[in-house]
Every structure is written in structure tokens, then in C-alpha cells.
């Protein structure tokens, strides 16, 4: 799996995209998608549901969950953070009636 600055830098670039064009198609500022790209920032939860909303892209919210979930591991174990992580995910897909097309998780340009 590539990084977060990967991924969004590359998107960025095939579809041809400044970062300020990427930002409003986002809805947040150009800043914050610079420090991702620059690896200075991670995608947070919020950037990663606006991501999925617009473009059908849930390897940034499979990311920021399992960030903010993984201090809980050792409570629960890896195996029952990721199933929380797949049931979020598939409830907010069920939310958007979305159909997650699997060939777009985890590409890395």
C-alpha cells in the first residue's frame, strides 16, 4: 500500500488537478492537502469521509480509522479493530448507497 502523500499526489496529478482545484473538490484548503502531500500531515478522519463522499475512495478512511483506533488494540485485539473499521466503512457506504469499486482501494499512482 502506498502513502497517503503518494496516493493523493498522484490522483492529483491523473486527473490533472492544482492542489487548489483538489482542495475545493474536498472541501478543505489547499494547505491541507499540500502537508499531505509533503507527508507533513495525515488524512484526518474528516478529509478521509469527504474524500469517500466525493470520489468513492476508502483507503484514506481504512487509514485514519485504523490511526485512530489503534491504541485500542491491545484492548480488543487487531482482528476486532479491523472488523470495526469494515463495518464503519460499509455503514457509511450503505448511508451514500455507494458500491466501493475495489480496483480504486489501495492504487498507488
Request: charged residues 35%; aromatic residues 8%; proline residues 3%.
Given at each position: ?15 490533472d488537478l492544482t492542489q ?58 487487531d482482528g476486532e479493530i ?28
Open positions: 500500500m502506498c502513502s497517503d502523500a503518494d496516493f493523493l499526489r498522484g490522483y492529483r496529478k491523473q486527473n487548489t482545484e483538489l482542495a475545493e473538490s474536498f472541501g478543505v484548503d489547499q494547505g491541507r492537502i499540500s502537508g499531505v502531500e509533503r507527508g507533513k500531515r495525515p488524512v484526518s478522519l474528516q478529509m478521509a469521509a469527504r474524500i469517500a463522499d466525493r470520489r468513492g475512495h476508502y483507503q484514506f478512511m481504512r487509514r485514519a480509522l485504523e490511526r485512530l483506533l489503534r491504541p485500542c488494540a491491545a484492548v480488543f485485539g479491523a472488523a470495526t473499521i469494515e463495518r464503519w466503512i460499509a455503514g457509511h457506504k450503505e448511508e451514500r448507497g455507494d458500491a466501493e469499486d475495489p480496483a480504486r482501494d489501495g492504487i498507488c499512482f
